[in-house]
Structure formats: C-alpha cells, structure tokens
C-alpha cells in the first residue's frame, strides 16, 4: 500500500513554455499533496501544501503564479511550472499523507525537469 | 520555526559493520520523526518512523531512537549491505502547527557501505 506516482518521470522542453506534472496516490485516499523540489545533493525544499477542492499553501519565496497547483481529486494534485526557464531545471517531487495514522508523508518517484 | 540538524554530511562503513545516524530538532512540540532513505535519481523512501510516546521502535536490521529531553533521534542500520548506500533524510514534524503534518528535513547524509 501508500504508493504514489508521478507523470511524467522526466521532461525537456524549451523555454518559455508550460509543463505540467502529475502527482497520484494510487492506493489510497490523499487529503494532503506536498510539492517539493530539490537541487543536487541538497534536501528537499517544500514549495506548497494542497488540500482537495481549496487553494494551495505556498511556501515562502515560492511564485504561485509560477508554479500552480490544482488537487482537484482526493488522488490527484497536478504542478505547472508556466513560463519555464533555465533555473526552473531541477527534481520535482510530490508527496501524500492521508492514511489513517497520522503525520506519514509517502513520496512518488520524482519529475526530472530540464529546460534548455 | 522547527530547524532539523543532520551531521556529518557522509558516513563511510565496511560492510557488515553497523551505522548510526544522529540528528537534531528545536522544536519541543515536535512529535513525529520518520527516517527516509533515497536513492539517486529516485523519491524518498519511507524506512522508519517513531511518534514521541516511544523511546526506541525496530524494524529488521533498522531500529530508531528518540530522546526527547536532549532533542535529538538516531537511525541505526546492523548488518550493513551495499544496497544500504544511499542518502538518508530524516525530518520532524509538529501536528499543532496546523501546518497539515509539514515535515522539516534535514539535510541528508551519504552513507557509503564498502564491499
């Protein structure tokens, strides 16, 4: 069980446009999704928390105009990162919690994102 | 806010040999503490957790402690293999921030384990 993907496992694409990343919780119910991204050999940096059907919490520092985030379903959140550019190259990772314990957070496989 | 603290940055072993990783939190209130393991190019996995109202909890050659009253916890792996190399994050979260569980991270360990 806990089991979270992610789609599409790496990207490439040109500057100025749009990608989206999909996050799912394919075995049980995410009441919470996490976005982080993470640069090489560094930690995992929270951008923004989401809740199904309200907006999302953005960190500190983060754009939400950047970076947006629907979690329009209790196993789906998408990120899209609009406007891409060559800074925005890094690892994207989600996570959900939602189980019936409390505070776990399982991670999907993590989005490689490169903008040339 | 909760600060985590993760030393050394790597940690070379023999195989066979046990590793201890050692973190540190600030925040008193903080009652949950998961170890994650991720390897390169991969999510983090979910190796362990403890919740405060424990002292030590295992799993296999995994086990945890948790010292509350020094603020700090521990990931001890026995019988290390070669497949154990990887970075290991571990992280703390407070339920009462109203935060939805938000983890604090630390920033990670390499554990080398040589064949």
């Known amino acids: 069980g806990a089991v979270v993907s992610q789609h599409p496992s790496w990207v490439i694409c040109k500057s100025g446009t749009s990608v989206k990343i999909e996050c799912r919780s394919l075995d049980f119910q995410a009441t919470t999704m996490f976005w982080y991204r993470q640069f090489p050999k560094q930690s995992l940096m929270l951008m923004a928390t989401s809740n199904e059907g309200s907006k999302a919490t953005y960190e500190q520092g983060v754009e939400k105009d950047k970076f947006l985030i629907n979690h329009a379903s209790l196993t789906l959140s998408t990120l899209t990162v609009t406007s891409a550019h060559p800074e925005d190259s890094s690892f994207y990772i989600c996570?959900?919690?939602?189980?019936?314990?409390?505070?776990?957070?399982?991670f999907g496989p993590g989005t490689r994102l490169t903008v040339l | 806010g909760e600060n985590v603290e993760q030393h050394p940055s790597t940690l070379s072993v023999q195989e066979g040999d046990s590793a201890v990783i050692k973190c540190t939190y600030s925040d008193s209130a903080s009652n949950y503490f998961p170890w994650y393991k991720q390897e390169l190019g991969k999510g983090p996995q979910l190796i362990i957790d403890i919740r405060s109202n424990v002292g030590e909890k295992k799993d296999q050659r995994i086990a945890v402690t948790l010292n509350k009253t020094a603020k700090h916890f521990s990931l001890h792996i026995t019988e290390t293999q070669p497949e154990d190399s990887a970075v290991y994050f571990c992280?703390?979260?407070?339920?009462?921030?109203?935060?939805?569980?938000?983890?604090?991270f630390g920033k990670g360990i390499t554990l080398s384990v040589r064949p």
């Open positions: 992280a703390a979260s407070n339920p009462y921030t109203g935060a939805n569980s938000k983890l604090t």
């Open positions: 996570s959900a919690h939602g189980l019936a314990g409390y505070n776990e957070q399982f």
